[in-house]
Every structure is written in structure tokens, then in C-alpha cells.
């Protein structure tokens, strides 16, 4: 026996590996996975071996592919929402298969979902700047919607980083609902965490700047110049942030970073971070220290620590100022009601992560080797006992020795950090790179071998990590089993394709205690640059399989008055403009001609009046920007002026019968005299 011939040595000597290899007659359940008969007739398993053979596959390479591949027709267990970065989409994965599911369209259109295109043109035009389109933005944090702190399936948000704006998706379509525009920051990072209720998104800022968009000068940094957190508060009933219900906290202009919300014991307090205590504004061309060392010069930055119920009693009270006439509560405020206290922590952080009983807050700093682990009984402790020295800006900085309950030195640039349900936490290592794992204190830590708060062991990923996702990762009761290493490069993982590489998502399978952690798959990512994500057990999800009635408009879930039925197409004309009531079913649209005047304004409805599952149409009108996506029962209105006269051929962009092709119509533009 050649060396080489592994999988039936292995089998030859008991191994389970390869179920039934004793018997591959492929007469009954013993041959193969589910009992079915082989394609491979009797020798399924001298089938693999030659693939392995023949791709040069070691064992582990199956066991892998084995543990990730989905046939067809079964499902994943878990689903993973991915930011877009810069993309301004999300990203829907199958987890473990890492299948893309689908791209929703946020901040960006997205022609094949006719988001931004008819559907969707609203909910875009909402999140202008400045009476401004922008039709981008840079996801960074989706945050799924949560019930007693665990994932309940019906929400996700996520912000855009670039203008300071934060989106609501509905998870029973998948789809877009809302673009809320910071009315008084430019930039956000901190965004979006929800508290364990769902009853406020927070939004926390990025880079200071003036409040409002005002000018000032760089050199009035300190007095003109803040920073920020917002508090949006969430309606569930009507699935909307309700704007009315928001307000802000000021805050000094460090620069805040991530938040995180605290649940069961912290629950009503926020924890964010900051970078560039410093107050460093830069200006390397007039020779001041460029900001990423200007930003970098003290040891410690600071930690916030808000108590996020007393904030929102001061809000409700009216103790507020307004800004651009969004409601702040001022810094003085803060510090005089005891809302916000810092506390030091490594310098230049990145991350903020409680853990899944509220009892800890994990920071690391880019800078240094450790996570700190803060205790939030010594917090509270600390604050009573009023062990504080304020900072320049009056803000109580509590005492660090009297609010830290470990550090663990786990290795070069950690990030983020995440925690599953054996009491292990986990922590990006950005410039190793590699992924760290290391026991958890207090409760947590008697579910696992290790000693409380010890470094346990590492895996490497490629290359240079940004966020980790742990399945269920972010709730009171993370599921573990496995981690996403979401990686910023790429390098050699994948077929060159020009110089800008994709992003690659390491699958990592951490069910096992100890030091063992394997990766077991890579996915490329070819859009935007993913940040964040998070993972929901694929069964919590109730989506719909086609609208729950006829002439449904997914804008805002509910029937329209006025939209197109079945058997009373028609083309109404009142003076120069023109009503168009129009179906589609497989496989035509009626009315087929449409004529009207150069001049017009055409206000078309379409309704695709099927009931069948998967039965989209589409509506693709030449020359007029403009697709729509009409999925089973879905309502649209389009409204343009037909200014360019001509005979348009229409049709439906979605493959949907054998006479697709033939589903068209002529839209015909008669010239003006
Ligand atoms: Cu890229 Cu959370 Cu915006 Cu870290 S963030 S990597
Ligand atoms: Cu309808 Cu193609």
C-alpha cells in the first residue's frame, strides 16, 4: 500500500472517518451520509480517495470540506449579517457553508433589488446630506435586534460611518425600511448596539468636530470642537426609529470609538472607548506631530462608563439644549447629574466587548499586548466611593486599579473580542495575525478547564485581522461552535484578480476546549471592506415567502390604496399626467402599450399579482434609470416626466417562465408639436 493511500489505511483500522467503508454495496444506510445510494455506484470512497489524490487534499482538508459543505437542499444552521464597509451594503452568509445568501442595499442601490430605483428611492432620499444624495456609505457594526439580550430575529441595524447615519433593515423581507441622519455629527463609529430590549440604537461618533456642522478653527480644538453619543430610540410596533424619542450625549473630543451595551447586571449603562486623549489635531505639513503619533503619546486613553437610564430620565425631564434642534445633553449636565465617568485604559484601544453575564467589560489597546478586564461591581464601587481625579473637562476619571479585575497579555494588536459558550473569550490579533483564545473569570470561567483569566492558546488566520463574529456571539448566551475571522488582507488565499485583492472571512471551528481551534474555510469577499458581523441561528428567522397580500408596498408593510389590480389595468390621463395601472404575472404585462406625450408625468403602478413562492418579476424601462424588483404580491409606483421622446421596449429583468423574453411591452414617447 502506498503511503499516500491513507483514507482506506485509516478505514482498514477502524477509524469512524468514513462511515460504512466496510460495507459500500449501497444497500442500506451504511453507505454514506443520510443512507442514500452512492453515484459511485459500489466504491464512493475510492472515489474520494482519487480526489484527494488527485487535488493533493490532506485529511484534514475532508474533514474540513466535510464540515462545511452543504448539500444541496439542506440549509445552514447559523447566518451571518456582514457589514459592507465602504460597499454601503449588507452581506447575508450561510455559516458554516459561508455561502453568500444575499447583498441587501443600504446605504447604496442595488439594482437587482430595484433598490434605489423606484423601490427604495424614498428610503435613499431620506438619508440625504444636507440636501445631498450620497449614494454611498461605509458600514462598519450591524447590530441584530435583541429580546432579554439574546437575538430575536426581527431587526438588524447598522450605521455608515462617512455621514454619520444608521439604517433599519426588516428582517421578514430582508429589506432596507429606514435611514435616520445624525442630525448633529458628521461621522459615527460607535454604531449600532442596541440595548437587550431593542429600546435604543446606540450611535457613538468618530472624529471631533464641531457639533451641528459648525465652523471653527483647528485651533480652538479643546473649547469649540466635541464629541458624541446618540441614543435613538427604536419603535418594534412600527419598526422605525422614532427621531422624536432621540436624543445625544456631549461628550469631550476624544476620539470615541466603539460602545457596547451592558445587560443583565450592567444593563441601563453604556461602556465606549476613546482614542486621542491626546487632543492632538494634527497639521504634520506645519511640522506638529502627524495624528497618528500626535494621537498616540500618552499611555492611557480613556474608557466611558454612561449610565444610560439616568441619561434618558434627564432627556424625558427636558434637561436638554438643542443643536440644529436635535436634543443634547450638555457635558455639564453629564457631569452634574453623575451620567458619565471615564476610566483609564491602554492606550490608542479599539475594541469594547461586555461579556455575556454584564459583568465585564473587555478593552484592548492596538499599542499594548493585553486585554484589560474591567469588573462592573468595582465600577459601581469605585463611583460610590467617589475615587476619582477629574480631567481637564471636569469628567470624574476613576481610579484604573480600583475597576480592574485582570489583564492578560495575549499577544500584537488585539482588537475586538468576542465570547461563546464553553467561557472562553476570544480577541483579534491585528498584527500577528492571529486569533487568540483565553478563559473567562467569575462564572463564565467554570465552564472551561482553564484557570480564571488565562491566555489558552492561538490560531493563526490570514492575514491581519480586523473583527471576529462568534455564532450568537453578542447575546446573553453565545452559542460558540464557530468563529468568522473577518481578515483585511489577503495576499495569496485566492486567484489574483488585479491589485485590489478581496477581503477573506476565515471560517474557525471552536468546538472543542483548549488550544484546539481550526480554520475551515476561507471565503473571499469581493465587496467593500466587511468590518463587523454577526451570527444568528438560522431558525430564529421567520422571513416571508411572498408579501402577506396583494398590492403590498414593502416601504412601509402595509397594502397600498390606490395600487394596480387584476382586471383593472388602465392608462388614466388628467391633463398632462398620466396614471398607469399595471400588472405583471407570468408571463406578460397588461397593458402592453403605453403610450403618452413628450412632457407627461407618468406616475406607473405595477403590481405582480402572484402568489407563488420565488415568482419575481422584474420592470426594466430603457433610457428612464430604472429597475424594479417585484417580488410575489409587491406594489410600485413610479413617477418621472417621459422628456425624451421615442419608442421605449420594456420588459421584465427577472427570469421568470419560458416566455420570459416575451414578457415586455412598447412604452411609446409621442413628440411634442
Ligand atoms: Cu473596522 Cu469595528 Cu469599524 Cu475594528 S472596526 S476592524
Ligand atoms: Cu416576468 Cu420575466
Request: overall charge negative.
Amino acid at each position: 500500500m502506498k503511503a499516500k493511500r491513507w483514507i482506506f489505511g485509516a478505514c482498514l483500522m477502524g477509524s469512524s472517518l468514513l462511515v460504512g467503508c466496510g460495507n459500500t454495496g449501497g444497500d442500506d444506510s451504511s453507505s454514506g451520509a443520510g443512507g442514500a445510494t452512492s453515484a459511485y455506484g459500489d466504491a464512493p470512497y475510492e472515489a474520494l480517495q482519487t480526489v484527494a489524490e488527485e487535488r493533493n487534499l490532506t485529511p484534514d482538508d475532508l474533514v474540513a470540506a466535510a464540515k462545511t459543505f452543504m448539500p444541496s437542499g439542506r440549509h445552514d444552521e447559523y447566518m451571518m449579517f456582514a457589514s459592507g464597509g465602504h460597499g454601503g451594503q449588507m452581506i447575508v452568509i450561510g455559516v458554516p457553508s459561508m455561502r453568500i445568501l444575499k447583498i441587501i442595499g443600504v446605504f447604496t442601490p442595488e439594482p437587482w433589488q430595484g433598490y434605489g430605483y423606484g423601490v427604495g428611492q424614498d428610503i435613499l432620499a431620506s438619508g440625504k446630506v444636507n440636501g445631498k444624495d450620497i449614494l454611498w456609505g461605509d458600514t462598519h457594526h450591524p447590530a441584530l435586534s435583541e429580546t432579554a439580550g439574546d437575538y430575536d430575529g426581527q431587526f438588524v441595524f447598522i450605521n455608515d460611518k462617512a455621514n454619520a447615519r444608521i439604517a433599519v433593515i426588516d428582517l421578514r423581507d430582508f429589506e432596507t425600511k429606514q435611514i435616520v441622519k445624525n442630525p448633529i455629527s458628521l461621522s459615527d463609529h460607535g454604531g449600532t448596539m442596541v440595548t437587550p430590549n431593542t429600546d435604543y440604537i446606540i450611535e457613538g461618533g468618530q472624529y471631533g468636530h464641531p457639533l451641528g456642522w459648525d465652523y471653527a478653527p483647528m485651533d480652538e480644538y479643546v473649547e469649540k470642537y466635541r464629541g458624541m453619543v446618540t441614543i435613538w430610540k427604536f419603535d418594534r410596533k412600527a419598526g422605525r426609529i422614532d427621531e422624536s424619542q432621540s436624543f445625544a450625549l456631549e461628550l469631550p473630543p476624544y476620539w470615541q470609538d466603539l460602545f457596547d451595551a451592558g445587560k443583565l447586571v450592567s444593563e441601563g449603562w453604556i461602556f465606549g472607548n476613546s482614542f486621542n486623549t491626546e487632543l492632538a489635531t494634527g497639521g504634520v505639513e506645519s511640522g506638529a506631530p502627524p495624528f497618528e503619533a500626535g494621537a498616540s503619546q500618552r499611555d492611557n486613553d480613556y474608557m466611558h462608563v454612561i449610565n444610560l437610564d439616568k441619561a434618558v430620565e434627564l432627556f424625558k425631564a427636558g434637561r436638554v439644549d438643542l443643536i440644529k434642534d436635535f436634543p443634547v445633553l450638555s457635558l455639564d449636565t453629564l457631569i452634574e447629574e453623575g451620567v458619565l465617568y471615564f476610566i483609564p485604559e491602554p492606550k490608542s484601544p479599539h475594541g469594547i466587548d461586555v461579556t455575556p453575564d454584564g459583568a465585564f467589560m473587555v478593552v484592548s489597546g492596538k499599542l499594548d499586548p493585553h486585554v484589560t478586564v474591567y469588573s462592573f461591581d468595582k465600577i459601581m464601587a469605585t463611583i460610590a466611593a467617589k475615587n476619582w481625579e477629574p480631567d481637564q473637562f471636569g469628567v470624574p476619571v476613576l481610579d484604573f486599579d480600583s475597576c480592574v479585575e485582570a489583564q492578560i497579555e495575549v499577544g500584537l494588536g488585539p482588537l475586538h473580542t468576542q465570547f461563546d459558550n464553553l467561557g472562553y473569550a476570544y480577541t483579534s490579533l491585528f498584527l500577528e495575525p492571529s486569533v487568540a483564545r483565553w478563559s473567562l473569570g467569575g462564572e463564565a470561567g467554570t465552564k472551561n478547564p482553564e484557570a480564571d483569566w488565562t491566555m489558552v492558546g492561538k490560531v493563526p488566520v490570514q492575514y491581519n485581522v480586523g473583527h471576529i463574529a462568534v455564532a450568537e456571539g453578542d447575546t446573553v448566551s453565545p452559542d460558540g461552535k464557530y468563529l468568522v475571522s473577518m481578515n483585511k488582507w489577503a495576499i495569496d488565499r485566492f486567484a489574483p484578480v488585479g491589485p485590489l485583492l478581496p477581503q477573506n472571512f476565515q471560517l474557525v471551528d471552536i468546538a472543542e476546549t483548549g488550544d484546539t481551534m481550526r480554520v475551515i474555510y476561507d471565503m473571499p469577499i469581493g465587496m467593500g471592506e466587511p468590518h463587523y458581523a454577526q451570527i444568528i441561528k438560522a431558525d430564529k428567522l421567520k422571513p416571508w415567502d411572498v408579501y402577506p397580500e396583494v398590492g403590498w408596498n414593502p416601504e412601509t408593510q402595509s397594502v397600498r390604496l390606490d395600487y394596480a389590480r387584476q382586471g383593472k389595468e388602465r392608462i388614466e390621463r388628467n391633463g398632462t399626467t398620466v396614471d398607469i395601472y399595471m400588472t405583471a404575472v407570468r408571463s406578460h404585462f397588461t397593458p402592453e402599450h403605453v403610450e403618452v406625450n413628450e412632457g407627461d408625468l407618468v406616475r406607473w403602478h405595477i403590481t405582480n399579482v402572484e402568489r407563488a413562492y420565488d415568482a419575481t418579476h422584474g420592470l426594466a424601462i430603457p433610457g428612464y434609470n430604472t429597475n424594479l424588483s417585484l417580488e410575489p404580491g409587491e406594489a410600485q409606483t413610479l413617477e418621472f416626466v417621459a422628456d425624451k421622446p421615442g419608442v421605449y421596449p420594456f420588459y421584465c429583468s427577472e427570469f421568470c417562465s419560458a416566455l420570459h423574453l416575451e414578457m415586455m411591452g412598447y412604452f411609446l414617447v409621442k413628440p411634442a408639436e
